[in-house]
């Protein structure tokens, strides 16, 4: 079975029900917080644990988001449950998330820095980064000690680098070129 091919059409799936709820957003926020929830051993092995029953995985999903998704979450999560494809979550909640960025010309962005960005210095990223692209900016902000200084921006794949540690290895490569 493509995997991918199931996890895109259950993302469809969901944001055409939640585009015609007018909750498109809400469940993208949703989408946001349960891939970082996935992240975290123990409730990934419940997600792929086959020993636990569909009912009980929706109880401990609804108690722990009770108050934090939305009601169409919640019943696409027990719709999952019951189809055995909760082990797909992390994937459906990526698609979704391109496709409600692509739905609505949304650009993600990711900025990483030594140090740790002021909010003047994110929407000045914002602001020339949608002039550049004609589309509204996600941005995310990283620090990385090991880039030495300056910074590195990616978005939408394109990657510019601007760190002190790459133009560096540069330097050193163009030396060991040279000799």
């Known amino acids: 079975m493509n995997t991918n091919?199931?996890?895109?059409?259950?993302?469809k799936?969901?944001?055409?029900?939640?585009?015609?709820?007018k909750k498109a957003e809400a469940v993208s926020k949703d989408m946001q917080l349960l891939s970082k929830a996935v992240k975290i051993p123990d409730f990934r092995n419940m997600l792929?644990?086959?020993?636990?029953?569909p009912s009980k995985k929706t109880a401990v999903f609804n108690e722990l988001f009770k108050t934090k998704v939305d009601t169409i979450t919640k019943n696409f999560f027990k719709l999952l449950t019951e189809n055995k494809r909760e082990i797909y979550l992390e994937a459906i909640a990526r698609n979704y998330i391109d496709i409600y960025r692509k739905n609505n010309n949304i650009k993600a962005a990711n900025l990483t820095t030594v140090f740790v960005a002021d909010d003047k210095l994110k929407k000045d990223i914002i602001k020339i980064l949608s002039e550049q692209f004609k589309s509204?900016?996600?941005l995310n902000v990283d620090t990385d000690k090991d880039i030495t200084g300056g910074f590195v921006l990616t978005v939408d794949g394109m990657q510019?680098?601007?760190s002190i540690s790459t133009k560096l290895k540069e330097i050193k490569k163009e030396m060991l070129e040279a000799q």
């Open 136 to 138: 509204d900016i996600e």
């Open 160 to 162: 510019y680098d601007a």
């Open 48 to 53: 792929e644990n086959p020993v636990i029953f």
């Open 5 to 11: 091919r199931v996890t895109v059409r259950y993302a």
């Open 13 to 21: 799936a969901l944001y055409a029900y939640a585009a015609d709820e």
